[in-house]
């Protein structure tokens, strides 16, 4: 059964940075069309709904929604299951619980924000930036 973890949130001022992992058990971190993608519930958003920000492919082919583009970097480590966000030059807008996913998808990529298709989801880890 494939798990995902994440870890990594917390509370950090304005211009600070954190860095993400989610690590995944069950199966090999790339099998066979995976997308690895770090997603994201704003507090202003209704129950269930999340943003796709972040995705990385089995070809290391990377995607950014806008809001992060320059700020945050999604990078993975296959002997160890794990897919990082480094997050940059927070801002209090970035305030979230972050989620990491994963699924066989034909178009993985975070532009726009909708990404459907998603397997399987970790539980979140918060971030909280204060101004």
């Known amino acids: 059964k494939v798990q995902l973890a994440e870890s990594g949130g917390g509370s950090v001022q304005a211009g600070g940075s954190l860095r993400l992992s989610c690590v995944k058990t069950?199966?090999?971190?790339?099998?066979?069309?995976?997308?690895m993608a770090w997603f994201r519930h704003l507090p202003d958003m209704r129950g269930n709904e999340v943003v796709a920000i972040a995705t990385v492919d089995r070809y290391d082919s990377i995607t950014y929604d806008d809001p992060v583009k320059g700020r945050f970097t999604i990078s993975q480590d296959s002997p160890k299951n794990t897919v990082y966000l480094q997050m940059n030059d927070l801002k209090p807008e970035d305030t979230a619980t972050y989620y990491c996913?994963?699924?066989?998808?034909?178009?993985?990529?975070?532009?726009?924000?909708?990404?459907?298709?998603?397997?399987?989801w970790g539980k979140g880890t918060a971030v909280t930036v204060s101004s």
């Open positions: 996913a994963t699924g066989s998808v034909a178009f993985c990529t975070a532009v726009g924000g909708h990404l459907n298709g998603m397997d399987f």
């Open positions: 069950g199966r090999p971190l790339w099998d066979w069309d995976t997308c």
